[in-house]
């Protein structure tokens, strides 16, 4: 594709690296990432593809911005308040960077829509903060055969992971890490054990790097691998993950509808 000129300075940073250059660029412009979240991890995530030139942004939040959101959520602003996230994600990302275009989905994930929405993205990045959720979207991308980047966060700690199952050999989906939710009440919420307000963007920002190394099919993928981060050592950790032969999805047959089940 011909770049116009503000095209060129705007992503000029991106064109001169090898690994990327004006092909990488034209790719990421025509790509179409969907983000299931748009709170601590979808917030820097979203920015910041945004501002690499992905070219369509699917936003997925049934919530409306809230006071306590801001301390980590920096894609909303107290002006915000009160106004639907897919709204206020919309606004700051195109203030960011006009070309982009925004699709707001201001409703929650469920077995009935997932797959087809799914289904119209290149890549997939999971910024949800319930078990549920996760297990959902974990299930549509492996049957619609797209890339997830999920991702997760609790305290000072914080954990990512790209499943593609779909693609067999050695790549795990996310069931076959935790094949289920924990138990209520074992796992804390952020709401309920805190989260670092900052972290969120070391993690979001991990997503939107594995993201566009998806889109552009460069570097290593950590499908395979688990990395996982604890700020308060200032470490990284990469741990190696292997397809679980009796994954009740990438091991079977069974349909959204009979997954979705288990999610809960």
Known sequence: MDFSEPQIERYARHIVLREVGGVGQAKLLQSR???????????????????AGVGTIGIVDDDVVSLSNLQRQIM???ADLGVAKTSSAAATLQALNPEVVVNQHAFRLDAVNALDL??????????????ATRYLLNDACYLAAKPLVSAAMLKFEGQISTYKAHLGGENPCYRCLYAEAPPPGIVPSCAEGGVFGALAGTI??????????????IGESLSGWLAVYDA??????K???RPN?????CS?????????VHAA
């Open 118 to 131: 799914v289904g119209g993205y290149d890549v997939v990045a999971d910024g949800t903060d319930n078990f």
């Open 33 to 51: 990432v969907l983000i299931v979240g748009a709170g601590g991890l979808g917030s820097p995530m979203a920015m910041y593809l945004a501002a």
């Open 76 to 78: 909303h602003a107290t």
């Open 204 to 217: 979001g920002s991990m997503q939107a790097v594995e993201v566009i190394k998806e889109v552009l099919g």
């Open 232 to 237: 308060l050592g200032a470490s990284w950790q």
């Open 245 to 249: 032969p009796g994954c009740a999805l």
């Open 252 to 260: 079977s047959q069974k349909t959204i509808t009979d997954l979705s």
């Open 239 to 241: 741990i190696r993950l």
